[in-house]
């Protein structure tokens, strides 16, 4: 996994063994590299979007482009378990469908979430730990 993350860098994402994590915003252009060792450290495959469980986490694949980023995150909050967290990939800078820091900003602040920083996990793609609100959301 030389372009990709790896197990350090999930971990620092919020992501453990035995989670069940979601996953929206699937297409040809996500980076399976980083799909597969994220699965290898859950120990189980990602959950698409017609899950109806709940999740402990939520993956958001997210260009500029796409559906409304807001929207977004709030159908990926009601997906999840308390303490539960979801991180935002998006393209790199200079790449097709990057998503301006602001942008990212203003949206995690409308859906009522926080930002907890940028990580670097593949070659196009970095990602944002997205954290609710303390305490129950139901």
Do not use: C
């Not at 290898?40 to 109806?52: A, Q, R, Y």
């Not at 929207?71 to 990926?76: A, F, I, K, R």
Request: net charge negative; aromatic share 8%; no cysteine.
């Amino acid at each position: 996994m030389s372009e990709t993350a790896g197990a350090a860098s999930f971990s620092k994402l919020g992501f453990a063994k035995g989670q069940v994590i979601q996953e929206f915003g699937y297409d040809d252009d996500v980076d399976d590299d980083l799909r597969f060792g994220l699965e290898d450290v859950i120990g189980t495959e990602l959950e698409d979007e017609d899950f109806n469980d709940g999740a402990d986490g939520v993956l958001l694949w997210y260009r500029d482009g796409d559906d409304d980023l807001v929207d977004l995150m709030v159908d990926g909050l009601t997906k999840l378990f308390d303490q539960g967290f979801i991180v935002l990939l998006t393209p790199k800078a200079g790449r097709s469908g990057h998503v301006d820091a602001s942008v990212v900003e203003e949206a995690a602040s409308t859906a009522g979430l926080t930002t907890g920083g940028q990580v670097n996990v593949a070659a196009d793609w970095a990602a944002t730990r997205l954290m609710p609100p303390k305490g129950p959301r139901r």
